[in-house]
């Protein structure tokens, strides 16, 4: 639940007070003139200076919430407060209104023991929905204060991830630039190019939390033909990408990412190279990636998971609350599997106040 409109809190508190006892008036005249058929001008003015009167005296209840710090209590404490309280309040505020009844009614005022008694009910019933009304208020604007908060830690971490991801990467594609300076100059130049065209990709999504799959695709194709330069037949290349999965939303980087890991652990160290394979489908409202590349998949209990494989956990539990998975595992003798599961990206799951 959020609030539109940013007002002053001051302002609205104010504006809530009017608006409530101007409507508990309203009902109380309603309500007398469905009993009585009639409204007469002492009626309205007992009923106007009867508002008045509790509206001074909630003004004051709020005064003791904030003095005694009730807004930070749980509700365990804080419920028979506001029971006891109101009904103090409510029974402090009979003799103003019977004052008041007097006063205006001079001629025909009568007091007995239930007029009493359903007097303190009724003001008790209005304080409780006023007392309810103010808590409300301050749990929601408290919830969104925190989920406001949240989303901006979730952005932090997510843009030091980002910041940290892309240099590593290029890191990575200029060692493959740089072993083809020497060993094919054309290709060099060549490659060059490629990087250039992934370097400019890079850093438009950067700002980015998701992109279409379709181009992250196209950045993984890229990096794919600058590897392939590099490996020649060594890098076989597989795709079997379903259609409905190109409008799918990813974390920018986040296949690319995969990919590397693959050719760069697994592919690179066999001396005949290997194949690396991507896999979409798509089921219900999940997109199912499958990745897999020539090699061995040895994590060592004593060694740190590698940057690329942590950064994309990551951001995938920052991204998708625990609704994303990631696992990565051996897939026969020699091969790695890599899958990842998404949802389909929902734009409420981080905002962040601008």
């Given at each position: 639940m959020r609030f539109p409109i940013n007002i002053n809190k001051s302002v609205l508190y104010w504006i809530c007070q009017i608006s409530f006892w101007t409507f508990v008036g309203l009902f109380t005249l309603l309500t007398y003139f469905i009993q009585n058929q009639t409204l007469t001008t002492y009626t309205v003015i007992d009923t106007l200076f009867t508002m008045i009167c509790l509206f001074g005296v909630s003004h004051f209840y709020r005064y003791i919430i904030i003095k005694r710090n009730w807004l930070k209590l749980l509700f365990p404490k804080l419920f028979p407060r506001i029971i006891l309280v109101t009904l103090l309040i409510a029974i402090f505020t009979t003799p103003f209104n019977l004052i008041s009844s007097y006063i205006f009614n001079i001629e025909t005022f009568k007091i007995n023991t239930t007029d009493i008694v359903n007097n303190i009910i009724t003001l008790y019933i209005f304080y409780f929905f006023w007392t309810f009304g103010y808590f409300f208020y301050h749990y929601v604007s408290n919830y969104n204060r925190n989920l406001k908060w949240e989303a901006m830690i979730n952005e932090f971490e997510l843009n030091q991830l980002k910041s940290q991801l892309n240099p590593h990467f290029i890191f990575n594609a200029l060692n493959t630039v740089k072993a083809l300076v020497d060993e094919d100059p054309k290709k060099a130049k060549s490659s060059i190019n490629q990087l250039s065209n992934i370097l400019r990709n890079s850093l438009m999504m950067d700002k980015k939390k998701v992109i279409p799959f379709a181009e992250e695709m196209e950045i993984v194709k890229d990096y794919l033909a600058l590897e392939g330069t590099r490996y020649e037949e060594r890098l076989h290349v597989e795709y079997a990408i379903d259609d409905s999965a190109l409008c799918y939303k990813v974390p920018p980087?986040?296949?690319?990412?995969?990919?590397?890991?693959?050719?760069?652990?697994?592919?690179?160290?066999?001396?005949?190279?290997?194949?690396?394979?991507?896999?979409?489908?798509?089921?219900?409202?999940?997109?199912?990636?499958?990745?897999?590349?020539?090699?061995?998949?040895?994590?060592?209990?004593?060694?740190?998971?590698?940057?690329?494989?942590?950064?994309?956990?990551?951001?995938?539990?920052?991204?998708?609350?625990?609704?994303?998975?990631?696992?990565?595992?051996?897939?026969?003798?020699?091969?790695?599997?890599?899958?990842?599961?998404?949802?389909?990206?929902?734009?409420?799951?981080?905002?962040?106040?601008?």
């Amino acid at each position: 639940m959020r609030f539109p409109i940013n007002i002053n809190k001051s302002v609205l508190y104010w504006i809530c007070q009017i608006s409530f006892w101007t409507f508990v008036g309203l009902f109380t005249l309603l309500t007398y003139f469905i009993q009585n058929q009639t409204l007469t001008t002492y009626t309205v003015i007992d009923t106007l200076f009867t508002m008045i009167c509790l509206f001074g005296v909630s003004h004051f209840y709020r005064y003791i919430i904030i003095k005694r710090n009730w807004l930070k209590l749980l509700f365990p404490k804080l419920f028979p407060r506001i029971i006891l309280v109101t009904l103090l309040i409510a029974i402090f505020t009979t003799p103003f209104n019977l004052i008041s009844s007097y006063i205006f009614n001079i001629e025909t005022f009568k007091i007995n023991t239930t007029d009493i008694v359903n007097n303190i009910i009724t003001l008790y019933i209005f304080y409780f929905f006023w007392t309810f009304g103010y808590f409300f208020y301050h749990y929601v604007s408290n919830y969104n204060r925190n989920l406001k908060w949240e989303a901006m830690i979730n952005e932090f971490e997510l843009n030091q991830l980002k910041s940290q991801l892309n240099p590593h990467f290029i890191f990575n594609a200029l060692n493959t630039v740089k072993a083809l300076v020497d060993e094919d100059p054309k290709k060099a130049k060549s490659s060059i190019n490629q990087l250039s065209n992934i370097l400019r990709n890079s850093l438009m999504m950067d700002k980015k939390k998701v992109i279409p799959f379709a181009e992250e695709m196209e950045i993984v194709k890229d990096y794919l033909a600058l590897e392939g330069t590099r490996y020649e037949e060594r890098l076989h290349v597989e795709y079997a990408i379903d259609d409905s999965a190109l409008c799918y939303k990813v974390p920018p980087m986040m296949l690319q990412t995969i990919v590397e890991n693959g050719i760069k652990h697994g592919i690179s160290r066999l001396k005949n190279g290997g194949t690396i394979s991507i896999n979409t489908e798509v089921e219900g409202e999940f997109l199912k990636l499958k990745i897999r590349n020539s090699g061995k998949y040895d994590p060592k209990p004593d060694r740190k998971e590698g940057y690329g494989l942590k950064s994309t956990r990551q951001r995938l539990d920052l991204l998708y609350h625990q609704k994303a998975s990631f696992n990565i595992n051996n897939d026969g003798k020699e091969g790695v599997l890599t899958e990842i599961i998404l949802p389909k990206w929902d734009e409420s799951e981080i905002s962040v106040s601008r």
